[in-house]
Nanobody
């Protein structure tokens, strides 16, 4: 099972980017999918997560600017980022809580990260 993210890049402050992350492999179910980020010299922090039922949680710093969504049938999660600020600059990591087909275990899985740079 693996996660593959795309959509990072360089954008000016006030601009928008959309991140995508798809899970692949021997997947039985995915409960939670989401995004974390890590800025230089800082700890990794939650950005947003979404359950299979559509319940969302956002960091206070991105509420009203970022929107998380998912396509359960495609095991894919999206992060629409609007009104980007220089402080949003970080490596964004896709995260998922995945139950595998066999063995039937549930594991936390991380993608390799995608860089988002917001210039002022």
């Amino acid at each position: 099972v693996q996660l593959q993210a795309s959509g990072g890049g360089l954008v000016q402050a006030g601009g928008s980017l959309r991140l995508s992350c798809a899970a692949s492999g021997s997947i039985f179910s995915i409960n939670v999918m989401g995004w974390f980020r890590q800025a230089p010299g800082k700890q990794r922090e939650l950005v947003a997560i979404i359950t299979s039922g559509g319940t969302t949680t956002y960091a206070d710093s991105v509420k009203g600017r970022f929107t998380i969504s998912r396509e359960n049938a495609k095991n894919t999660v999206f992060l629409q980022m609007n009104s980007l600020k220089p402080e949003d600059t970080a490596v964004y990591y896709c995260h998922a809580l995945i139950t595998k087909v066999f063995p039937r275990t549930t594991e936390t899985t991380w993608g390799p990260g995608t860089l988002v740079t917001v210039s002022s």
